[in-house]
């Protein structure tokens, strides 16, 4: 009886096994999705034959994707499109007023089915130039966001919102005589991450380090890395730290170079699928130390990781 009971149970791990390592499969596949269609003709691209070509192969920012996550039948690191044309194709629209100065950023904006939590600027020849979280006042109460991440948080009136704004070339070029096919094929999704700070263009802007190394004696608080997303970096993350001061910009660095960062909102009334819910339990195994003002509140908020590769960090 005990060599059959063993038999057994070898058998079902083997098939947990079998099971566990489909999944993963499914996840890593997933990874390359930013629908089910597209899944398909990534991996079976003879059938399907795209009319535009947004690809920048040679570049070391090879892509722009959004949102972590372990289904790979949801829009988990989904695509995102890198030119006007792409953007079009694809069914994304202009968002706000069509003028490239038309509020404190620089850019031509697009959202996807009227979602403003990523929105994308392009630039005047169409290239990407940057990327947007906006939340609608409606989705936020009304003592966020706190003066001490105001900016980066900055104010839109004219859509009624608060916008993060992140740039993925130098701003005052956006508007300018902007990036030449040669440059973006030469560049993909940009040179430098660049994040808003205030209204001037010229002096508001925080340059995050290429160089995992370049961070070291700066505000950078280093955390701890993930699978899928790389070594986490906090601004100014203390234990005793009030949750109103958590900035809502984080870094991560794979292999010593800058290749995803990510939005958080510390409210998690914002609706967009775009998100990911955080927990106390996901920020322990990202960050070193964990504020103790998370543990004494239920919400942990919400993020968005925005990757600047196609490839999928392991």
Same mark, same amino acid.
């Given at each position: 009886?005990?060599?059959?009971?063993?038999?057994?149970?070898?058998?079902?791990?083997?098939?947990?096994?079998?099971?566990?390592?489909?999944?993963?499969?499914?996840?890593?596949?997933?990874?390359?999705?930013?629908?089910?269609?597209?899944?398909?003709? %990534? !991996?079976?691209?003879?059938?399907?034959?795209?009319?535009?070509?947004?690809?920048?192969?040679?570049?070391?920012?090879?892509?722009?994707?959004?949102?972590?996550?372990?289904?790979?039948?949801?829009?988990?690191?989904?695509?995102?499109?890198?030119?006007?044309?792409?953007?079009?194709?694809?069914?994304?629209?202009?968002?706000?007023?069509?003028?490239?100065?038309? %509020?404190?950023?620089?850019?031509?904006?697009?959202?996807?089915?009227?979602?403003?939590?990523?929105?994308?600027?392009?630039?005047?020849? %169409?290239?990407?130039?940057?990327?947007?979280?906006?939340?609608?006042?409606?989705?936020?109460?009304?003592?966020?966001?706190?003066?001490?991440?105001?900016?980066?948080?900055?104010?839109?009136?004219?859509?009624?919102?608060?916008?993060?704004?992140?740039?993925?070339?130098?701003?005052?070029?956006?508007?300018?005589?902007?990036?030449?096919?040669?440059?973006?094929?030469?560049?993909?999704?940009?040179?430098?991450?660049?994040?808003?700070?205030?209204?001037?263009?010229?002096?508001?802007?925080?340059?995050?380090?290429?160089?995992?190394?370049?961070?070291?004696?700066?505000?950078?608080?280093?955390?701890?890395?993930?699978?899928?997303?790389?070594?986490?970096? !906090?601004?100014?993350?203390?234990?005793?730290?009030?949750?109103?001061?958590? !900035?809502?910009?984080?870094?991560?660095?794979?292999?010593?170079?800058?290749?995803?960062?990510?939005?958080?909102?510390?409210?998690?009334?914002?609706?967009?699928?775009?998100?990911?819910?955080?927990?106390?339990?996901?920020?322990?195994?990202?960050?070193?130390?964990?504020?103790?003002?998370?543990?004494?509140?239920?919400?942990?908020?919400?993020?968005?990781?925005? !990757?600047?590769?196609?490839?999928?960090?392991?």
């Amino acid at each position: 009886m005990l060599p059959y009971d063993s038999r057994f149970v070898d058998l079902r791990i083997r098939k947990t096994k079998i099971k566990l390592l489909l999944l993963l499969l499914l996840v890593y596949l997933g990874a390359a999705a930013e629908d089910v269609p597209s899944w398909w003709c %990534g !991996y079976f691209g003879r059938l399907c034959t795209p009319t535009v070509d947004d690809s920048t192969p040679q570049a070391e920012w090879d892509g722009l994707r959004v949102t972590f996550g372990l289904n790979p039948f949801r829009n988990n690191f989904d695509r995102l499109p890198r030119t006007r044309e792409m953007a079009e194709e694809k069914g994304w629209a202009p968002f706000g007023q069509d003028n490239c100065t038309a %509020g404190t950023w620089r850019g031509f904006r697009y959202v996807k089915d009227n979602d403003p939590a990523v929105i994308l600027l392009f630039d005047t020849n %169409g290239y990407i130039a940057g990327i947007q979280l906006g939340v609608y006042k409606s989705e936020l109460p009304d003592d966020y966001p706190p003066k001490q991440i105001t900016p980066p948080w900055i104010e839109d009136a004219d859509m009624n919102m608060f916008l993060l704004t992140a740039y993925f070339i130098q701003p005052d070029r956006i508007c300018g005589d902007g990036r030449s096919k040669e440059e973006y094929r030469a560049e993909g999704t940009g040179t430098n991450l660049f994040i808003q700070t205030g209204r001037n263009l010229t002096s508001d802007l925080l340059t995050i380090p290429h160089r995992e190394a370049d961070l070291e004696g700066t505000d950078w608080t280093e955390g701890k890395c993930f699978v899928g997303m790389g070594k986490h970096y !906090y601004w100014n993350l203390r234990e005793d730290m009030d949750c109103n001061e958590f !900035y809502p910009v984080f870094l991560m660095y794979n292999d010593g170079r800058l290749n995803v960062f990510g939005w958080r909102i510390m409210p998690s009334s914002p609706s967009s699928p775009r998100f990911e819910r955080s927990t106390l339990f996901s920020s322990e195994l990202t960050m070193d130390p964990v504020p103790n003002c998370l543990y004494e509140q239920e919400d942990a908020g919400l993020v968005m990781h925005v !990757y600047l590769t196609s490839g999928y960090p392991l």
